[in-house]
């Protein structure tokens, strides 16, 4: 057994009687023993650099040795009775200490003996000159005192004693302590009777309700007999102190085992700490104490170093701030679910990362939920965009009808030549054209990809194509719309189908405005598309319309399903379909009052395209702390 520069062989009862007082008493060979130094250097006069060869040598003692052979045997029999050891201090006085066992756990949670030391005083007799001088003392003592006989007399109480349990009279201890009639089955101040040994137990008394930790010597008197000398100290305090701090550890304990998260701690080096439930559920016999949270999490924490993402334990430790990400996962067999892995560092006073505390999220229903938003949005924007193709196909479709039904005539009449067939097939043919570039341009608009790309795109050319779509069915309506962009404007960053998308939402959004109103004949209905430049390196898309305007609903109309028509006239997803895809270019969109019109005007500021945009790291942001 060694103990970092120092070096002993002791016997077997020596050595196991220095781990039971070892600060943290385990199965390896490094001890420290501060505690116990703490309690017989001051006692022997000790150097500390020789504590623990003095220790050696004083319990390699006969007597001290039968002491040690006798707390074993007594242990092995489940009895952990208190038992005294003897220990030479400077000056050759000898100094007795009480060891008092209790089985316990070590740092590695295996089972223990644990033993406390105290200083052992010798019968007390007559420490001052005179008997009323003691009992003058312990009459004003800051704590109960109380001179017990054999037959539970009690022949001495002090001024606390009577403050808190009253008058004597001729009540036995357990009379005036505990309200018994009797003695108590269990007494352990009693004990002392057997072995002579301090004893020390706390006890609550509900009468006075106050908790207690007392004391218990031997004290013979003048006649030679016997008797136990309890000083009863006052802990209420403490016991509500730990009585609280046990229902908040219950509380918080509650709380970490019924999350519906996984909820993991680990240490610097990412081995588990401790877990709860949920994580245990989640990876069954995987999830135990002291596995790598890598291992684990199928090194999900690392990343792809394809996508050159960072390592998130790696970013706790070094930048000490809070880190997440999200993955799949296969956690069972055929069963692959999407989390969010968050990691939060326990910092020490000198800011080191002691541990981190990692947070699992099932997402994978959420994450089917918004697949669902996406398929529901873009029926929406198929409703928006119906009521337009139909009036874009409509003309097309009259002159197919009119093309065809003419060359019928002429071969009926039998006055049709080759040349007038094939001009009339060419008429039919540039007709069905444009009708498959509709039907083409619809589908590229609902068909979009998840991840649609970004790239360079002209404002204008999306405001274009919008109008292609809605621009007949605008007409219809009796709207007016005015365009008004400079040309050479330089392209933004987003995804073209998108932005077109975007332009068409928010002239349906001005048209559907605009028919609440009666037709003007002076003013007319009208929406006006312009561009700006912005100082912020944007272009900022504005469509305004001389409608009701937002009526104080700023806030509110980019909420998914908010609509202020009726139930027959759309889903209200259009906005917030607007507002979705203007948030992914890195962009904003504000809904105000048109100052010219009195109308609404929706916002849009796009961010520039320059060559990096889109590139750098793939890995999800990092939260600060």
Known sequence: MTNQTQSYVASPLTEEFLRQIADFPNTGEQLSFSYAASVILPETGWEPHEFLSRMVKELSLIHNQRSLALAKSAQSSGSFAAFTISLTAKFAVREQ??????????????????????????????????????????????????????????????????????????????????????????????????????????????RVNTAFRTHSYPFEGDDGTMRVLQVGINITAGVRARHALDLSEQRYRSIAENLTIG???????????????????????????????????????????????????????????????????????????????????????????RAIVIMLEDITDRQNLA?????????????????????????????????????????????????????????????????????????????????????????????????????????????????????????????????????????????????SLPQDPTEGKRIRVFVTKSKAGSLVLRVADNGPGVAGLHSKVFDPFFTTKDSHSGMGLGLSIVHAFVSSWGGSVEAGDNPEDQGAVFSISIPLHTLTSGQGCTARSILPV
């Open 97 to 206: 200490f009480l060891a008092t066992p209790r089985p316990g756990k070590g740092s590695a949670g295996e089972p223990v003996i644990l033993t406390a030391l105290a200083p052992q005083p010798t019968a007390v007799s007559s420490p001052f000159t005179a008997k009323e001088d003691l009992f003058s003392f312990l009459d004003v003592f800051p704590a109960y005192v109380l001179l017990i006989d054999r037959d539970h007399t009690i022949r001495f109480h002090n001024k606390a004693a009577r403050q808190l349990f009253g008058s004597l009279g001729n009540k036995k201890c357990y009379q005036l302590l505990h309200d018994r009639n009797e003695p108590c089955v269990s007494c352990p101040p009693f004990g002392m009777f057997t072995d002579k040994a301090i004893k020390i137990h706390e006890w609550a008394s509900p």
């Open 263 to 353: 909820l993991a701690l680990v240490d610097a080096d990412g081995a588990l700490v401790t877990l709860n439930p949920k994580m245990e559920e989640w990876f069954g016999e995987k999830a135990v104490k002291g596995v790598s949270i890598e291992d684990l999490l199928q090194n999900k924490c690392c990343g792809s170093r394809k996508k050159n993402e960072i390592c998130i334990l790696q970013t706790v430790l070094q930048e000490k701030r809070t880190a997440e990400r999200d993955f799949r996962l296969m956690i069972q067999p055929e069963m692959e679910r999407s989390f969010r892995l968050v990691a939060c560092p326990i910092l020490t006073r000198v800011r080191q990362v």
């Open 371 to 515: 697949s669902r938003l996406q398929q529901v949005q873009r029926l929406e924007a198929l409703g928006s965009l119906a009521g337009g193709i139909a009036h874009e196909i409509n003309q097309p479709l009259s002159a197919l009808h009119l093309y065809a039904s003419g060359m019928q005539m002429l071969i009926e009449q039998g006055a049709v030549t080759s040349e007038q067939i094939l001009e009339r097939l060419a008429l039919i043919l540039s007709q069905a054209d444009k009708i498959r570039q509709i039907i083409s341009h619809m589908r590229a608009l609902v068909m979009q990809e998840e991840n649609p790309p970004m790239s360079g795109v002209q404002i204008s050319d999306a405001v274009k194509d919008a109008l292609s779509l809605v621009g007949t069915q605008l007409f219809d309506h009796g709207i007016k719309v005015l365009v008004d962009i400079p040309a050479n404007l330089p392209p933004v960053n987003a995804n073209a189908v998108q932005l077109e998308q975007v332009v068409i939402n928010l002239l349906v959004n001005a048209m559907h405005a605009l028919d």
